[in-house]
């Protein structure tokens, strides 16, 4: 079964070299002048954000927004705009967003599985165009310190999901990765949790830190703070490898037995398809500027996230999101999702 952590090994993202701007051998601050056309911008840019504030997906755009306003001079506000956990905020951006280059999304791979299967083919992730790739990351499972579960392993939670199905409250965004591990999870170990549907990761821990759910999961931006207050504990994370900023964690992988139990988000930002080509031009040199940018990379770096300077223009980063697209269908198809 392809899972994510086989899009990372071919395309190079686990161990990712970090290069600063000047090795690209371009001024960025002279192909920004040079891509700008003359009409544009003359009002703020709206980044959205498909999931609730707060949370990874957020984070990630406001940095994004704050650095577009660093490199292009532009005003950048960032949207929310949720529902249906991401469904409504994907669906605008690929069937009711304006195509005039003030509407850029800041989006992750869970926009796959929304054109694939709970968009009813009215949109495909080929109807925004990627821009710039910014970077991926794993995701963390915790649990509440003061909760339940807070002297209990990974192992002893699927142990007694095992024996007591649908006992363990486990938080998830339905039709997501989130849900994609759950049931990878569930298949390995035999255990049955009570699945919490959330519109995104940070209501989800929201919830946790209220023992609301048993256990929660996030990217690092949404439990930081909270494991660094001893208020969750982390049990297991969701990358290939462990992480660095909890190295005590073990891997799903490592747990389980089977080295495809491997989840990762990828983040780019993208606009609508037909978008005036100089318009898109400018807003690329702006965003690969700010995402080659060293202050941001090290921003995505205490985010637990890893970008790829490699990838530095619109046509890559839609080549290898093609890419991943690809593998995601297959499975998919493979798992009898996709008919």
């Given at each position: 079964?392809?899972?994510?952590r086989?899009?990372?090994?071919a395309?190079?993202?686990?161990?990712?070299?970090?290069?600063?701007?000047?090795?690209?051998?371009?001024?960025?601050?002279?192909?920004i002048?040079?891509?700008?056309?003359?009409?544009?911008?003359?009002?703020?840019i709206?980044?959205?954000?498909?999931?609730?504030?707060?949370?990874?997906?957020?984070?990630?755009?406001?940095?994004?927004?704050?650095?577009?306003?660093k490199?292009?001079?532009?005003?950048?506000l960032?949207?929310?705009?949720?529902?249906?956990a991401?469904?409504?905020?994907?669906?605008?951006l690929?069937?009711?967003?304006?195509?005039?280059g003030?509407?850029?999304?800041v989006?992750?791979?869970?926009?796959?599985?929304?054109?694939?299967?709970?968009?009813?083919?009215?949109?495909?992730?080929?109807?925004?165009?990627?821009l710039?790739?910014?970077?991926?990351?794993?995701?963390?499972?915790v649990?509440?310190?003061?909760?339940?579960?807070?002297?209990?392993?990974l192992?002893?939670?699927?142990?007694?999901?095992?024996?007591?199905?649908?006992?363990?409250?486990?938080?998830t965004?339905?039709?997501?990765?989130?849900?994609?591990?759950?049931?990878?999870?569930e298949s390995e170990?035999g255990?049955?949790?009570?699945?919490?549907?959330?519109?995104?990761?940070?209501?989800?821990?929201?919830?946790?830190l209220?023992?609301?759910?048993?256990i929660?999961?996030?990217?690092?931006?949404?439990?930081?703070?909270?494991?660094?207050?001893?208020?969750?504990?982390?049990?297991?994370?969701s990358?290939?490898?462990?992480?660095?900023?909890?190295?005590?964690?073990?891997?799903?992988?490592?747990?389980l037995?089977?080295?495809?139990?491997?989840?990762?988000a990828?983040?780019?930002?993208?606009?609508?398809?037909?978008?005036p080509?100089?318009?898109?031009?400018?807003?690329?040199?702006?965003?690969?500027?700010?995402?080659?940018?060293?202050?941001?990379?090290?921003?995505?770096?205490?985010?637990g996230?890893?970008?790829?300077?490699?990838?530095?223009?619109?046509?890559?980063?839609?080549?290898?999101?093609?890419?991943?697209?690809?593998?995601?269908?297959?499975?998919?198809?493979?798992?009898?999702?996709?008919?």
């Amino acid at each position: 079964m392809r899972t994510a952590r086989h899009w990372l090994l071919a395309f190079g993202l686990i161990g990712a070299a970090f290069a600063p701007a000047a090795a690209q051998g371009t001024d960025p601050k002279a192909e920004i002048a040079k891509a700008k056309p003359k009409d544009f911008p003359t009002q703020p840019i709206e980044i959205t954000v498909v999931y609730p504030a707060g949370g990874g997906m957020d984070i990630n755009g406001r940095l994004v927004a704050r650095f577009m306003e660093k490199w292009g001079g532009d005003r950048v506000l960032v949207n929310n705009r949720t529902g249906g956990a991401g469904l409504v905020g994907h669906t605008w951006l690929a069937t009711q967003a304006p195509k005039d280059g003030y509407s850029v999304g800041v989006i992750a791979n869970f926009i796959f599985a929304d054109g694939m299967l709970r968009s009813n083919k009215r949109w495909s992730h080929t109807d925004v165009e990627p821009l710039t790739y910014l970077n991926s990351e794993g995701l963390n499972l915790v649990v509440n310190r003061d909760g339940p579960f807070k002297d209990k392993s990974l192992k002893d939670l699927l142990a007694l999901a095992k024996e007591k199905p649908g006992t363990v409250r486990f938080g998830t965004v339905p039709g997501s990765m989130y849900d994609y591990m759950i049931d990878q999870v569930e298949s390995e170990s035999g255990a049955k949790f009570l699945r919490v549907p959330f519109q995104g990761g940070a209501p989800g821990i929201a919830a946790l830190l209220g023992n609301n759910i048993d256990i929660g999961i996030g990217f690092w931006g949404e439990v930081s703070s909270y494991l660094e207050a001893k208020r969750l504990v982390p049990i297991a994370v969701s990358s290939a490898e462990t992480s660095p900023f909890i190295p005590d964690a073990p891997t799903l992988a490592a747990i389980l037995g089977n080295k495809d139990v491997v989840w990762v988000a990828t983040r780019w930002a993208a606009v609508p398809k037909g978008v005036p080509a100089d318009r898109k031009a400018y807003l690329a040199a702006v965003l690969n500027a700010a995402a080659a940018d060293p202050d941001l990379q090290e921003e995505f770096r205490k985010l637990g996230s890893v970008p790829d300077p490699a990838i530095d223009t619109p046509a890559k980063a839609a080549e290898r999101l093609d890419r991943l697209a690809e593998l995601e269908r297959e499975f998919y198809a493979k798992t009898g999702r996709l008919k």
